[in-house]
């Protein structure tokens, strides 16, 4: 039923479209990659040139898959750390179709050249207003399902998710030229205020969130450290936010948002510490379980990436490295560091823990959830490596005042292992997908129960 009020329904429903929309996102990303290599593909086929497929890629991915997969593992774990029902599930649900045929209709748009022309912004008007009404209602049914909790204390992960529903529908309002229209170098400025923000104030609180849920729950180990998981979230709430204008350092920005962007991107080192020492000494003694864990080696590898991440964010931040690095496929590497390395690794994991309890059904092979795992492991791996040497190329190239026409050649073989690692990752994902198909029509599982236990539902019992 659309308007169903059976329990965890809307969180069944956003995580099994979110998993189709990542391999549709991953699909069109895909077909860019392989026109680096091979540009005739799209010949003759407007659809499929870069500069849509490109748009088409990013707000499938973001707002498709990530988005919608952060939002149903939230709506999974707020009722479960509040003891109390959604506030109001068929609302939910509501919410999950219409965001669907929201996502759908941009996407189409910008394939066919219909398009805001702004960074992670290129939705139409129409859209704008539908996201934005979406994040609004999602916003109200959480806060008042946590309103009606039966615990006193709010833990950690609430923390985080109830931040990035305040701090979602405002950063999209303000970052959308369908609400705030400026001019120029404004324009750009603001631009960039809501492309960082996105990251860090809904992609980096849901993910981190998500987090501190799974890793205690999955090695059955209590957090290291509450206090330290507060300051954490404060540090991201003040730091974050003036971060974005690092992205435009080589333009005639005022000197003084130069300065704070580069000073607070530094600082962005502190919630890491926090976040990444609490992970690593909840984990203390038990990294045995990532062996025959597989939703807890998921999230932990996408803590891995996170680390990896964070490193690089506040070192390519500065402006001496900045101005190397920038305008390279280093920085598409940097960014899919963070939301495909990091934020989609802790929602996989999530989701084979997850799914199983809010459909009631062992998943349908554990044996293809470990494949997906190597597949999008080992992809990404070669993917990233591709990234980062194709963007130090570019860099020495310019660097050295080397033609491009002469070392731009060099960048091919690069581009050869990008789309080899992309295409890793996107049968990764269709074995992902085909797990999911699977488990909902309950065909029977191939596995014992025994097999992996944080990937069976409580009420199956275990031999």
């Known amino acids: ?76 774990i707020i009722p479960t750390l509040t003891r109390c029902k959604l506030y109001s599930e068929k609302f939910a649900n509501f919410i999950c179709y219409v965001w669907n045929f929201a996502i759908f209709a ?26 934005v009404v979406g994040l609004i209602s999602l916003s109200y049914n959480v806060y008042l399902t946590v309103l009606n909790r039966k615990v006193k204390k709010l833990y950690v992960s609430l923390w985080y998710m109830l931040g990035a529903f305040f701090w979602m529908p405002i950063v999209y309002f303000i970052g959308n030229r369908t609400f705030v229209r400026l001019d120029g170098l404004n324009d750009g400025i603001v631009n ?44 991201i709430a003040f730091f974050y936010a003036p971060t974005g204008t690092h992205h435009i350092l080589q333009s005639p920005v005022p000197e003084w948002l130069k300065a704070l962007a580069v000073v607070f991107s530094v600082a962005l080192v502190i919630p890491v510490i926090t976040v990444l020492t609490n992970f690593f000494m909840t984990m203390k003694g038990n990294w045995w379980q990532v062996a025959n864990n597989l939703p807890l080696r998921f999230v932990l590898t996408g803590a891995l990436f996170y680390f990896v991440t964070c490193i690089q964010g506040p070192f390519q931040a500065t402006r001496s490295v900045n101005w190397y690095i920038h305008f390279t496929q280093w920085v598409p590497g940097h960014a899919h560091v963070a939301l ?4 989609s690794f ?9 799914f199983p309890r809010v459909t009631g059904k062992q998943i349908y092979s554990v044996a293809l959830a470990r494949a997906h795992y190597w597949f999008t492991f080992i992809g990404f791996l070669i993917f990233f490596a591709a990234f980062t040497i194709a963007g130090l190329v ?15 050649v060099e960048l091919v073989p690069y581009w050869i292992y990008r789309a080899l690692g992309g295409a890793m990752m996107w049968f990764g994902n269709i074995l992902l997908l085909f797990n999911i198909i699977q488990t909902v029509r309950g065909v029977k599982p191939l596995d014992e129960p025994t097999v992996e236990p944080a990937m069976v539902p409580p009420g199956l019992a275990r031999v």
């Open 1 to 76: 039923m659309i308007l169903s009020d059976k329990e965890n329904s809307a969180s069944k429903n956003f995580i099994i479209t979110a998993v189709i929309w990542l391999v549709v996102g991953m699909s069109l990303g895909l077909t860019g990659a392989i026109e680096f290599v091979a540009p005739d593909l799209s010949s003759n086929i407007p659809q499929l040139t870069f500069s849509r497929i490109r748009p088409a890629h990013i707000n499938a991915v973001a707002f498709g898959w990530l988005s919608m997969a952060n939002i149903g593992i939230v709506l999974y």
């Open 106 to 131: 941009g996407v189409l748009c910008l394939l066919n050249g219909y398009s805001e022309g702004r960074e992670y912004a290129e939705f139409p008007v129409p859209i704008d207003i539908i996201v």
């Open 192 to 235: 960039w205020f809501y492309g960082h923000n996105i990251l860090g104030m809904w992609f980096t609180t849901l993910g981190v969130g998500i987090a501190y849920y799974m890793i205690p729950k999955l090695s059955g180990r209590p957090l290291w450290s509450h206090s330290l998981s507060m300051l954490g979230f404060w540090t």
């Open 340 to 343: 495909l390395g990091t934020f």
């Open 346 to 354: 802790f929602d996989w994991g999530a989701i084979y823990y997850i």
């Open 394 to 408: 570019q860099s020495a190239g310019w660097h050295l005042g080397i033609p491009v026409g002469q070392w731009v």
